[in-house]
């Protein structure tokens, strides 16, 4: 019965893990300046712009941000993002709550990054 269990905990996925399909949704950016629809595109995830409240930084609606990410043991994702219209590519790591992500996106071999705080938008 001990190795039943122990071989079902090994196989099972714990509920620490989130997967890809939670990062799939509509999200809100923390200060309420962007809309950002998240699905699968391909083998990739692709974040498009559905609305930008300033575009004075260059940001515009039908932007897409396409990210090659894998998850890693603590439940988080990680790997690159490829942003189209800046011809860049970042370092991206998305940490999943329930309703809500948090996205580091870094340059400069990691040395210069970003977080950004989405709530699910319902």
């Known amino acids: 019965m001990k190795r039943f269990l122990l071989a079902a905990m090994l196989i099972l996925p714990s509920a620490a ?3 890809p399909q939670a990062l ?4 809100m950016r ?20 559905l609305w ?10 039908g932007d897409k941000l396409v990210m090659d990410l894998s998850q890693q043991p603590d439940g988080s994702f990680s790997g690159t993002a490829y942003d189209a219209k800046r011809d860049s590519t970042y370092s991206m790591t998305v940490k999943v709550g329930k309703g809500e992500l948090t996205t580091r996106g870094c340059i400069l071999a990691k040395l210069l990054c970003r977080d950004v705080g989405w709530k699910a938008v319902d």
Do not use: L, M, Q, Y
């Open 52 to 61: 930008i409240g300033d575009t004075s930084k260059g940001e515009a609606p």
């Open 24 to 27: 799939d949704g509509t999200w």
């Open 17 to 19: 893990f989130a997967s």
């Open 30 to 49: 923390d200060d309420g300046n962007a809309r950002v629809r998240i699905a699968p595109c391909g083998d990739k995830i692709c974040a498009t712009n």
